[in-house]
């Protein structure tokens, strides 16, 4: 399964493993986007099995409605990439829970899913789960749990620093609680920013500011090559909780703790209301 997988990283990640003979499940928000991408990867590759979830992953209930259908196909699940994500506009945006909508989407989508498809995953088991992140996580210094929904300050770029930073403590957390299940799970950014739509939903002036950079980026298949890698590489079989920009497995910053890695679970918890469940 795939998010995110109409555009960018995801479509390109979506190809490469369909070419490779993978059954596909692939989400995103827009349905007319998602039955091209899948008619274009039948006709590309040959590969029919191919399947569609539209939804609004920043909300709660659309995230469990996926999962709900997923689950109920009885099909096996071998690798989940919660790749979904997005900086949204210059004013604070909410969820139709309520949630400020970068870190709805960006973190509590990623924490839903996985929870609610790590069962699944468990009985397929060897299985991945392949956090795509960035090193923008970097800018966010620790996270800020005193303001965590942006309802004090909301600064667009630093809230999806943020988020990013919450990848890579939940893959944290989650590759502890999983150790020696079989299940692994980690967190992938490309090198540099990639030359994708993530900020397709932000003020027209970043838009401008992403096609003058444009020379400059990684296309989107080169920037999904990382992520292609954990997904199916032997190499990375045993890898368990690392963080890898591009190709190379890096080293994170102090920032992120078992500490706040904990509290992180802990709150998205309280907010999804969805409970651990590692068979």
Not at 43 to 61: E, I, K, M, P, R
Not at 125 to 130: E, H, L, N, Y
Not at 213 to 230: E, K, Q, Y
Not at 249 to 273: K, P
Request: proline fraction near 3%; glycine fraction near 8%; charge should be positive.
């Amino acid at each position: 399964m795939i998010t995110g997988a109409s555009s960018g990283l995801g479509r390109q990640t979506a190809l490469a493993l369909a070419e490779r003979g993978a059954r596909l499940w692939l989400v995103a928000r827009d349905q007319g986007r998602l039955d091209a991408v899948a008619r274009d990867i039948k006709d590309t590759t040959g590969n029919g099995g191919v399947h569609v979830l539209a939804c609004d992953l920043s909300a709660q209930c659309d995230v469990r409605w996926v999962a709900e259908r997923f689950l109920e196909s009885a099909e096996p699940l071998d690798v989940l990439v919660n790749n979904a994500g997005a900086v949204r506009g210059f004013r604070r945006e909410v969820s139709v829970e309520g949630i400020e909508r970068t870190f709805a989407l960006n973190h509590l989508a990623y924490f839903t899913l996985t929870m609610m498809l790590l069962p699944r995953l468990s009985e397929c088991a060897p299985a991945r789960v392949i956090n795509v992140t960035g090193d923008a996580y970097k800018g966010a210094g620790r996270f800020d749990f005193d303001d965590y929904d942006a309802l004090r300050h909301y600064r667009p770029i630093y809230q999806y620093e943020q988020s990013k930073l919450a990848n890579v403590l939940f893959t944290r957390e989650l590759a502890r609680r999983v150790k020696g299940t079989r299940v692994t799970v980690n967190a992938v950014g490309p090198a540099r920013t990639t030359a994708t739509r993530f900020a397709h939903n932000v003020h027209p002036l970043a838009k401008v500011a992403m096609r003058a950079a444009s020379p400059f980026l990684l296309s989107a298949d080169r920037g999904a090559a990382p992520i292609v890698h954990l997904s199916t590489s032997p190499d990375v079989a045993a890898c368990n909780g690392t963080y890898w920009s591009g190709m190379q497995q890096a080293t994170v910053t102090g920032f992120v703790n078992d500490e706040d890695a904990l509290r992180l679970w802990n709150l998205s918890e309280q907010l999804t209301g969805v409970c651990e469940r590692v068979s």
